[in-house]
């Protein structure tokens, strides 16, 4: 059943019935590069190439969408196995495939349901690909929950345009849920506002302070933090706490029921628990078929031109009614990776290059851990190799303006990112 | 694998079921799951659109659904729906098809398919639907979908409808439902603290604090709820003028004994709440309370819900004017004892409040459970009435047409444009999902006649006519998805009782990629 041939023959005669009222004429709104009719339909079937990162919750979905739309060829990456808390909408999978590779059992379903579209499943990291991989696509689209993933292929994305090739910029779609809440973007890497543009809008995850934990338990969550964070340690040693194995959370339940009982806090449970330790975001099926749908409806757009496309952002929030806002998100020209200027950061003049690291850290606009800092042949500070680190150590107490004149540029690195993160320090 | 020093390791890992709906019951509890199982939803459809409304359904486990539908499955049904096998349903009965596909998804949930009954023999027979918890239609024809609203409309018990309708990249869906009360409606808005009016445990507790005198561990770790009391009882009366407000904003700083307790911090940033009156929402106060003896009274909304809709406004209607006290607190910097014993405060007057809320509670209508009592008293301040009304009346006003086409054009061109096209299919006799073509002259027709004499039409209208009838019977299959999904979390939210549904016509316009609301 390969090649092209072999999967349109899989089109019996009104297949596309549906679809094709809208392939076949232009609407009021549609853009005049519409080649309506067989041209758009041959590059939709047999041409388009597209690339989904994630096949759990959005990305079900989302396959399952873009098979039925007419596109034939389709990738898949995904690094995770199925586990039965998936079941509730990651509709592809049953309970005999937990365990089982996300991407490759996604894949198999979507090639048994719709015939004749080719789903190519990678069960591995979206890291693990190269520039020339993504070259193939016309398209990506995104349905992760990982922060750090979405970044790294937003730049990689935004790194791969080059102004002399049209077909280096491949549109990014990425959408994202949480309960009854969710959005949809469409980013056209270094034109409009890209992933990393709007890091900003992300809520902060919540974090207790450390003596709260340790000397003024309010909350359950503050005993499961204990639990956690320091009894797991220090009874436990080196060995590496597992958030998926029952009975690692069976014993943080325990330790945290002690001391919540210990402190007379009420509310300690199994699910709580296992809820702050993992960091379970509630998830529905129903805002996941919402926020896939308008991914693949932009991809559908984008690749057909059957209709204006999304410009650029659409929220949707559903615990009150059915709220949505679309709007244009703005390219910063600071940012990081799009913006091509550097960050404008104005210090005291006292301020440790510890200080400031401990600033980039909790800027909501980069969300860098562990960055390292140089200037030109200046190593100010290096995380690694150990030997480095030690070499460049001393300086953690040095104030910056020591360092570096007024208006030099500082390079920030660190190994979570794709990009170095350009800064110009002043002095207050 | 010996996981040492924890000698009585409690073994509570939750059972199967519990772990396959965990990211769920995190949204609505076992409370919310308990009805979603218990609830029974007939689709008048076994399109694209209603395959993906079910399929977002029986994943989160409704107890039954049944497809009524006689439509054979044709090549553009294969091509579309995710629940046809491709060709080889081609032929065969597209409900049975749509059922059994569907059905795999969660072994809990059962499945029928009524295949020989045409749809127009049902829309008319309460009896039939009074089976259900909630009647779905998608792309009914005008006049059988009138039928069955009539019917759903005219007794205060039968079930709630989900109508819905797409064309192409338009959609839209219209809730009818009577009366329907949520006690979880999850708002954002958190229970008063009490800080203007405390209660007297709080209030002698307050005044009584010693603040000069605590050492400064003690002192940095007062909540700030009871500095602001304190505060308060430190001036002759509540702070009005700005420059009152500031020089009590200033009080609070000064009491510190170091510049840096946060709880001073925090006391400063939420000094205003001294001020603010603890006003009830206006969902209880104009929504409910003035209506529980005429338009609320049972049986427009069930017995139990009018007693404690009843107690909760006699409460109210007590000095001072409050909600009983929700016994939830807000982190806030404190210590662990003088936090506990501060938490304690509010759940004895919690349990207070709830035994005069009980004694408040008219004896008709028989035995309320404890806890019912219990989580409508949490969430009294968010407890609402929705009131809906009947499917189409607001098309039936073409005062109200006139002026919404004038307040958001965009929204109600779809709207009218999507009834403008099945009026139109209706009259030329098409079948569902079969291809047909509908005039602009068509469409425009009907939609004059919808409008108030002369109305300027628009550019907006123009556009809908032209989007509207390039496709007419396309049910796209994102179009579909993204009804499915919103479909049903207003599916959902009408049966676990929790969060708030949406009034009026949710228009969806998947071209521009957004949603607005017609007719409320
Ligand atoms: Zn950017």
Same mark, same amino acid.
């Given at each position: 059943? @390969?090649?092209?041939?072999?999967?349109?023959?899989?089109?019996?005669?009104?297949?596309?019935? #549906?679809?094709?009222?809208?392939?076949?004429?232009?609407?009021?709104?549609?853009?005049?590069?519409?080649?309506?009719?067989?041209?758009?339909?041959?590059?939709?079937?047999?041409?388009?190439?597209?690339?989904?990162?994630?096949?759990?919750?959005?990305?079900?979905?989302?396959?399952?969408?873009?098979?039925?739309?007419?596109?034939?060829?389709?990738?898949?990456?995904?690094?995770?196995?199925?586990?039965?808390?998936?079941?509730?909408?990651?509709?592809?999978?049953?309970?005999? %495939? /937990? !365990?089982?590779?996300?991407?490759?059992?996604?894949?198999?379903?979507?090639?048994?349901?719709?015939?004749?579209?080719?789903?190519?499943?990678?069960?591995?990291?979206?890291? %693990?690909? %190269?520039?020339?991989?993504?070259?193939?696509?016309?398209?990506?689209?995104?349905?992760?929950?990982?922060?750090?993933?979405?970044?790294?292929?937003?730049?990689?994305?935004?790194?791969?345009?080059?102004?002399?090739?049209?077909?280096?910029?491949?549109?990014?779609?990425?959408?994202?849920?949480?309960?009854?809440?969710?959005?949809?973007?469409?980013?056209?890497?270094?034109?409009?506002?890209?992933?990393?543009?709007?890091?900003?809008?992300?809520?902060?995850?919540?974090?207790?302070?450390?003596?709260?934990?340790?000397?003024?338990?309010?909350?359950?969550?503050?005993?499961?933090?204990?639990?956690?964070?320091?009894?797991?340690?220090?009874?436990?040693?080196?060995?590496?706490?597992?958030?998926?194995?029952?009975? #690692?959370?069976?014993?943080?339940?325990?330790?945290?029921?002690?001391? @919540?009982?210990?402190?007379?806090?009420? +509310?300690?449970?199994?699910?709580?628990?296992?809820? &702050?330790?993992?960091?379970?975001?509630?998830?529905?099926?129903?805002?996941?078929?919402?926020?896939?749908?308008?991914?693949?409806?932009?991809?559908?757009?984008?690749?057909?031109?059957?209709?204006?496309?999304?410009?650029?952002?659409?929220?949707?929030?559903?615990?009150?009614?059915?709220?949505?806002?679309?709007? $244009?998100?703005?390219?910063?020209?600071?940012?990081?990776?799009?913006?091509?200027?550097?960050?404008?950061?104005?210090?005291?003049?006292?301020?440790?290059?510890?200080?400031?690291?401990?600033?980039?850290?909790?800027?909501?606009?980069?969300?860098?851990?562990?960055?390292?800092?140089?200037?030109?042949?200046?190593?100010?500070?290096?995380?690694?190799?150990?030997?480095?680190?030690?070499?460049?150590?001393?300086?953690?107490?040095?104030?910056?303006? $020591?360092?570096?004149?007024?208006?030099?540029?500082?390079?920030?690195?660190?190994?979570?990112?794709?990009?170095?993160?350009?800064?110009?320090?002043?002095?207050? | 694998?010996?996981?040492? *020093?924890?000698? *009585?390791?409690?073994?509570?890992?939750?059972?199967?079921?519990?772990?396959?709906?965990?990211?769920?019951?995190?949204?609505?509890?076992?409370?919310?799951?308990?009805?979603?199982?218990?609830?029974?939803?007939?689709?008048?459809?076994?399109?694209?659109?209603?395959?993906?409304?079910?399929?977002?359904?029986?994943?989160?486990?409704? !107890?039954?659904?049944?497809?009524?539908?006689?439509?054979?499955?044709?090549?553009?049904?294969?091509?579309?729906?995710?629940?046809?096998?491709?060709?080889?349903?081609? +032929?065969?009965?597209?409900?049975? $098809?749509?059922?059994?596909?569907?059905?795999?998804?969660?072994?809990?949930?059962?499945?029928?398919?009524?295949?020989?009954?045409?749809?127009?023999?049902? /829309?008319?027979?309460?009896?039939?639907?009074?089976?259900?918890?909630?009647?779905?239609? #998608?792309?009914?024809?005008?006049?059988?979908?009138?039928?069955?609203?009539?019917?759903?409309?005219?007794?205060?018990?039968?079930?709630?409808?989900?109508?819905?309708?797409?064309?192409?990249?338009?959609?839209?869906?219209?809730?009818?439902?009577?009366?329907?009360?949520?006690?979880?409606?999850?708002?954002?808005?958190?229970?008063?603290?009490?800080?203007?009016?405390?209660?007297?445990?709080?209030?002698?507790?307050?005044?009584?604090?010693?603040?000069?005198?605590?050492?400064?561990?003690?002192?940095?770790?007062?909540?700030?709820?009871?500095?602001?009391?304190?505060?308060?009882?430190?001036?002759?009366?509540?702070?009005?003028?700005?420059?009152?407000?500031?020089?009590?904003?200033?009080?609070?700083?000064?009491?510190?004994?170091?510049?840096?307790?946060?709880?001073?911090? *925090?006391?400063?940033?939420?000094?205003?709440?001294?001020?603010?009156?603890?006003?009830?929402?206006?969902?209880?106060?104009?929504?409910?309370?003035?209506?529980?003896?005429?338009?609320?009274?049972?049986?427009?909304?069930?017995?139990?819900?009018?007693?404690?809709?009843?107690?909760?406004?006699?409460?109210?209607?007590?000095?001072?004017?409050?909600?009983?006290?929700?016994?939830?607190?807000?982190?806030?910097?404190?210590?662990?004892?003088?936090?506990?014993?501060?938490?304690?405060?509010?759940?004895?007057?919690?349990?207070?409040?709830?035994?005069?809320?009980?004694?408040?509670?008219?004896?008709?209508? +028989?035995?309320?459970?404890?806890?019912?009592?219990?989580?409508?008293?949490?969430?009294?301040?968010? &407890?609402?009435?929705?009131?809906?009304?009947?499917?189409?009346?607001?098309?039936?006003?073409?005062?109200?047409?006139?002026?919404?086409?004038?307040?958001?054009?965009?929204?109600?061109?779809?709207?009218?444009?999507?009834?403008?096209?099945?009026?139109?299919? $209706?009259?030329?006799? @098409?079948?569902?999902?079969?291809?047909?073509?509908?005039?602009? *002259?068509?469409?425009?027709?009907?939609?004059?006649?919808?409008?108030?004499?002369?109305?300027?039409?628009?550019?907006?209208?123009?556009?809908?006519?032209?989007?509207?009838?390039?496709?007419?019977?396309?049910?796209?299959?994102?179009?579909?998805?993204?009804?499915?999904?919103? /479909?049903?979390?207003?599916?959902?939210?009408?049966?676990?009782?929790?969060?708030?549904?949406?009034?009026?016509?949710?228009?969806?316009?998947?071209?521009?990629?957004?949603?607005?609301?017609?007719?409320?």
């Amino acid at each position: 059943m @390969a090649g092209s041939n072999g999967i349109a023959s899989q089109d019996w005669a009104g297949r596309y019935d #549906h679809i094709d009222q809208i392939l076949n004429t232009p609407g009021p709104r549609t853009s005049p590069a519409f080649m309506a009719g067989d041209g758009v339909k041959d590059f939709l079937r047999n041409q388009a190439k597209i690339l989904v990162i994630g096949a759990g919750g959005l990305g079900c979905e989302i396959l399952a969408n873009l098979a039925l739309t007419g596109f034939k060829d389709i990738h898949v990456i995904d690094m995770d196995t199925i586990d039965i808390s998936n079941l509730n909408r990651q509709f592809l999978f049953r309970p005999k %495939d /937990v !365990g089982q590779p996300k991407a490759t059992v996604a894949a198999e379903f979507i090639m048994k349901r719709v015939p004749g579209i080719k789903v190519t499943p990678y069960f591995g990291k979206i890291q %693990d690909k %190269d520039d020339e991989y993504y070259m193939q696509f016309n398209l990506v689209i995104c349905g992760l929950d990982s922060v750090e993933a979405r970044r790294w292929i937003n730049a990689t994305l935004v790194n791969l345009v080059d102004p002399e090739n049209l077909e280096s910029l491949k549109p990014l779609i990425d959408g994202g849920t949480e309960g009854f809440k969710g959005q949809a973007r469409v980013i056209l890497p270094t034109i409009t506002s890209c992933y990393e543009c709007s890091l900003d809008m992300l809520n902060k995850p919540t974090a207790f302070p450390i003596c709260t934990i340790a000397n003024t338990p309010r909350l359950p969550e503050h005993c499961i933090e204990w639990a956690s964070v320091l009894e797991w340690p220090r009874v436990h040693r080196d060995k590496k706490m597992d958030t998926d194995d029952p009975d #690692h959370i069976n014993w943080l339940y325990t330790v945290a029921s002690a001391r @919540a009982r210990e402190f007379k806090i009420e +509310g300690v449970t199994w699910s709580l628990t296992q809820g &702050v330790v993992k960091n379970i975001i509630p998830a529905i099926a129903s805002t996941n078929a919402i926020i896939a749908a308008a991914c693949c409806n932009e991809a559908f757009k984008i690749a057909t031109s059957s209709a204006a496309f999304l410009n650029n952002y659409f929220m949707l929030i559903g615990t009150e009614g059915v709220y949505s806002y679309t709007f $244009e998100h703005e390219k910063r020209d600071d940012c990081p990776v799009c913006g091509g200027e550097s960050l404008e950061m104005s210090i005291g003049p006292e301020i440790t290059v510890e200080e400031l690291i401990d600033m980039l850290t909790e800027k909501q606009d980069i969300q860098i851990k562990k960055p390292s800092l140089s200037s030109g042949s200046i190593q100010i500070y290096l995380q690694a190799p150990p030997q480095l680190e030690a070499i460049t150590r001393p300086n953690l107490q040095k104030k910056v303006s $020591e360092l570096l004149p007024t208006g030099g540029e500082v390079t920030v690195t660190a190994s979570t990112l794709p990009f170095n993160l350009s800064l110009n320090i002043t002095y207050k | 694998m010996s996981l040492t *020093e924890s000698p *009585e390791i409690i073994s509570a890992q939750p059972d199967s079921k519990t772990r396959r709906y965990d990211r769920q019951l995190r949204l609505w509890a076992s409370s919310g799951q308990t009805l979603l199982e218990e609830s029974r939803i007939l689709v008048l459809s076994s399109s694209a659109t209603s395959t993906s409304i079910l399929k977002n359904l029986v994943l989160p486990g409704i !107890g039954h659904f049944t497809i009524l539908d006689d439509a054979i499955t044709s090549a553009a049904d294969a091509g579309n729906n995710f629940f046809l096998e491709g060709p080889s349903s081609i +032929g065969k009965r597209r409900a049975s $098809e749509a059922v059994r596909l569907l059905a795999e998804l969660n072994d809990s949930v059962t499945g029928e398919a009524v295949t020989s009954t045409p749809v127009a023999s049902v /829309v008319s027979s309460l009896n039939f639907l009074s089976k259900f918890t909630l009647i779905i239609t #998608h792309n009914l024809p005008p006049s059988q979908l009138q039928t069955l609203s009539d019917t759903l409309w005219s007794s205060p018990t039968a079930p709630a409808l989900l109508a819905v309708s797409s064309s192409g990249f338009f959609a839209e869906f219209f809730i009818q439902h009577h009366p329907h009360p949520i006690i979880e409606s999850h708002t954002e808005t958190p229970p008063s603290l009490r800080i203007r009016d405390p209660f007297p445990a709080l209030l002698e507790h307050s005044k009584s604090l010693k603040l000069s005198e605590l050492d400064p561990t003690e002192h940095a770790h007062i909540p700030y709820i009871p500095i602001l009391i304190h505060a308060r009882s430190l001036v002759p009366h509540d702070p009005k003028t700005q420059e009152e407000k500031n020089a009590f904003k200033t009080l609070i700083l000064s009491l510190k004994f170091k510049q840096d307790e946060e709880n001073f911090d *925090e006391a400063h940033a939420q000094a205003y709440r001294v001020w603010t009156p603890t006003s009830l929402p206006s969902s209880l106060t104009q929504d409910i309370f003035p209506h529980l003896d005429t338009k609320l009274a049972p049986p427009a909304i069930p017995g139990i819900m009018h007693a404690l809709l009843t107690a909760l406004r006699r409460f109210t209607e007590r000095e001072p004017h409050v909600l009983p006290v929700s016994p939830g607190l807000p982190d806030m910097k404190a210590s662990t004892e003088t936090y506990i014993h501060l938490q304690r405060m509010y759940k004895d007057q919690f349990n207070s409040d709830k035994e005069m809320f009980k004694s408040l509670i008219p004896p008709n209508p +028989g035995e309320i459970p404890d806890d019912l009592i219990e989580t409508f008293i949490r969430n009294a301040h968010g &407890v609402q009435v929705f009131v809906g009304e009947q499917w189409g009346a607001f098309d039936k006003d073409v005062n109200r047409v006139g002026e919404a086409l004038v307040v958001s054009p965009k929204d109600t061109s779809v709207h009218l444009a999507l009834r403008a096209v099945r009026e139109a299919l $209706e009259n030329s006799g @098409a079948s569902e999902g079969a291809s047909a073509n509908v005039s602009a *002259e068509e469409i425009k027709m009907h939609i004059v006649g919808m409008l108030p004499p002369d109305t300027e039409l628009g550019e907006e209208i123009d556009k809908a006519i032209g989007e509207i009838t390039r496709s007419p019977t396309a049910d796209l299959p994102n179009t579909a998805a993204m009804l499915g999904g919103l /479909v049903a979390q207003e599916a959902i939210k009408m049966i676990t009782r929790q969060y708030v549904p949406q009034g009026g016509y949710c228009i969806v316009d998947c071209i521009d990629m957004r949603t607005g609301i017609v007719g409320l």
